[in-house]
């Protein structure tokens, strides 16, 4: 597949459980973004990677951790996550110097 | 930081009307500003965009006009079809690009035949 890709699709967890997403991206870009897309709500940006680098955190609780070992994966890992974090979560890439960012389909998360 | 407003929530035109979603923003800095067009269990896809040193942008059928005065852009689509049906957010960010984007709450266009 081309462009952004995530997995899983979907995923169901309980409350005391670790899991992590993933997004990949085949576009050359080198800035990566995590969103949460709630009913109701704007999207709301959670992380951005730069050139590998967070540099920015939207006051994210800290049960969710991003990690961006290269310019192409951008990983999201979970734990010990609340009901409320049920959400469509979409990941975004872009070229550091340029505004146009392109999301994956997304991971759809339910915590029970 | 910045705060962007859409309205309206919902639209329903008729097909081969126009429809015209509206947004305001907070933070004067602003510079960027996309639409995006996501569809039911689809992911947002970039329709159109407009930076602040440009009043208007055209497309085919899809238009953005920007009001830097105002602090207000707006999404025009021409001869709507069914296809156009889905849900449009509007977003605005400033910086020189990889800074993230606040989105508004989304319209959802309802194309009736």
């Known amino acids: 597949e081309t462009g952004v890709t995530q997995t899983p699709r979907h995923l169901v967890m309980g409350m005391t459980n670790k899991k992590s997403l993933k997004c990949e991206q085949h576009l050359g870009h080198n800035a990566m973004y995590w969103y949460k897309q709630s009913a109701k709500k704007p999207l709301e940006l959670m992380f951005v990677?730069?050139?590998?680098?967070?540099?920015e955190n939207n006051s994210v609780p800290s049960r969710f951790s991003p990690e961006c070992p290269n310019s192409s994966h951008l990983f999201l890992h979970l734990h010990t996550l609340q009901p409320e974090d049920s959400a469509l979560y979409l990941c975004a890439s872009s070229l550091v110097h340029s505004y146009e960012q392109y999301f994956g389909p997304g991971t759809r998360l339910t915590v029970t | 930081g910045e705060n962007v407003e859409q309205h309206p929530s919902t639209l329903s035109v008729q097909e081969g009307d126009s429809a015209v979603i509206k947004c305001t923003y907070s933070?004067?800095?602003?510079?960027?500003f996309p639409w995006y067009k996501q569809e039911l269990g689809k992911r947002p896809q970039l329709i159109i965009d407009?930076?602040?040193?440009?009043g208007e942008k055209k497309d085919q059928r899809i238009a953005v006009t920007l009001n830097k005065t105002a602090k207000h852009f707006s999404l025009h689509i021409t001869e709507t079809q069914p296809e156009d049906s889905a849900v449009y957010f509007c977003a605005a960010t400033y910086g020189r690009g990889a800074d993230g984007l606040t989105f508004g709450k989304g319209t959802h266009l309802i194309i009736q035949p």
């Open positions: 407009i930076r602040s040193n440009v």
């Open positions: 990677y730069s050139l590998e680098e967070r540099v």
């Open positions: 933070d004067s800095a602003s510079n960027y």
